[in-house]
């Protein structure tokens, strides 16, 4: 284990704060903190674990600002929240068995797709439209899916869901920024709640990160209802484009493997 030292300590909960601040409007922090705990030498399993527990310190404080300004939709989010949760820690649960290269592969094409839907939508979506799904339906099959993959992997599941309730719910983008916090909060809560068994967080780290992580997601929020789509979309666009990069240019990943035999 990693000796840790006030400086480190700091430096790691300045990344945390700045990561919530971004996350809070759209999503990615994880990109941000996750590989400087691997470059600070922490190993893996506590890495994972440590970062999931401040990513839930971001997520539950961005959700609590929007909840202040009676901005999330608790009659519908509640079961959405809940079956996010459930998604979570069941993904936590298999993170051992699903094969991480065909994540590797698809995730940033995923991204991309997102990251081109928002570019290049004519305006950003300030009125709400009709919805292409029922709240039961996105319930019981987008809400467990994406907590699930949040508890294998993760990258992207903010950005996912605020598409989801943008294209499926029908929902404006505030609207969507908002209540995809609550989701992720929860499948945040689901998969750390299988993590925390393992003992693998290194508590003093990830109580300093989770509180930078706080102050930075409150932060986030309150941009995010002033300056609205405006600040969302573009924001929304770069960090989409930013995970998918990340995650192409990582070793493991087949899809960049065979784009570096090609330019060779």
């Not at 991480?100 to 698809?106: E, F, I």
Request: proline share 5%; with cysteine; charged share 10%.
């Amino acid at each position: 284990m990693i000796e840790l030292d006030l400086t480190l300590v700091l430096i790691l909960a300045l990344v945390a704060l700045m990561a919530g601040f971004f996350d809070a409007i759209a999503g990615g922090g994880g990109l941000i903190t996750l590989p400087v705990l691997f470059i600070a030498g922490i190993e893996p399993l506590a890495a994972i674990a440590t970062n999931k527990f401040q990513a839930a310190s971001a997520t539950v404080s961005a959700t609590c600002a929007f909840a202040r300004k009676g901005m999330i939709d608790w009659k519908n989010g509640s079961a959405m929240a809940l079956m996010s949760f459930a998604g979570g820690a069941l993904g936590a649960l298999s993170v051992s068995f699903v094969p991480k290269t065909l994540l590797q592969a698809c995730v940033p094409i995923l991204l991309i797709l997102v990251a081109a839907y928002f570019a290049f939508s004519p305006k950003p979506n300030e009125q709400s439209r009709k919805a292409k799904i029922s709240v039961s339906l996105f319930c019981i099959t987008v809400a467990p899916i994406i907590g699930f993959y949040d508890g294998i992997f993760g990258p992207g599941v903010g950005s996912f869901f605020m598409l989801a309730c943008v294209i499926l719910l029908g929902q404006h983008l505030l609207q969507a920024v908002c209540n995809s916090k609550l989701l992720n909060a929860a499948c945040n809560l689901g998969a750390l709640s299988v993590f925390s068994l393992s003992g693998a967080i290194i508590w003093p780290l990830a109580l300093a990160m989770a509180g930078a992580a706080f102050v930075g997601a409150q932060l986030g929020a309150r941009c995010a209802v002033h300056f609205g789509p405006r600040l969302i979309k573009p924001l929304l666009v770069g960090v989409c484009c930013i995970m998918a990069t990340k995650l192409l240019l990582d070793s493991g990943n087949p899809i960049g493997q065979w784009l570096h035999r090609l330019t060779l």
